[in-house]
């Protein structure tokens, strides 16, 4: 042992003395119990809807690994702070969720018994969201000796997922295509994995040319192709000249962007301030809107449950 260790230890001892030492040790000398569970990521989110959607997605993880122990984690700081404040309508704090970061919810589970864990991501594309979550796993495997966890991929993960998604979106609007372009909202991102919804636009084009996938917030692996002006521009060169569109959410929920950039009243007069749904009808397109995120279907749910049965 060297000197400056043995002199942080001392240091140590000698501040427990006055208020304890530092929590981090507590935690380090925790005997590891032997209990397993389940722990749900997602962004969260404090709107009505979703929390019901929530509570499908638990359902399906409960469905699918019976008897097992189901925790969630929101990765969203602004989501959880509002829902402690107890800003969040039909909030699901002591039924499902208990408003806790993935960090906060493994730390309270590894204090509680378990020491063998799944994790899986509810995200749609392994973006930023997605290296954050393996970063603090992999923080929380270093802090807690001993403590085994697997990981679940987004949705969109491989292209074969990317095909089966397409599959069964294409499936859920088979009678809203028949009518006219279906436009699906992604979140978009600046991270590489942004190209997963250009893959995702051109599965469902094979399927039926009209369905598009736009994004709110990607700066564009191939910006034109995925963003709005680049999909109005789509729009006025079909013939026949369409007259209705469906927009709906390509997100886990129908949440903020959905009821805002996607759906909102901005009453903005620049276009790139307004929603999809003004711009279309600035255009002069009857807009139909689906509000349902995509753990609102069980084809979808079970694609996130596979990923958890294969995390590695
Ligand atoms: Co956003």
Redesign the pocket.
Known sequence: MNLIKRSAIALCALAMVFAGCSDDNDDNQITLGNKEGILLVTFGSSFPEPQKTFEKIDQAAKKQFSGKTIKWGFTSDIIINKLRKGNGEGSLKGKIIDNDTPQEALEIMVKDGYSKFEVQSLHVIPGEEFDELEEAIKAFKEKYEGVKVKVGRPLLDSDADIKAVAKIIAAKFAAEIKDGPVLFMG?GTPHKADAQYLKLQNELQKINTKFFVGT??GIGFDANKTSIDGILAELDQLSPKATKVTITPLMSIAGD?ANNDMNGNTGEAKPEDQSWKERLEAKGYTVNTVMKGLGDYDEINNIWMNHLEDAE
Do not use: L, P, Q, T
């Open positions: 979140h709110v917030e962007h």
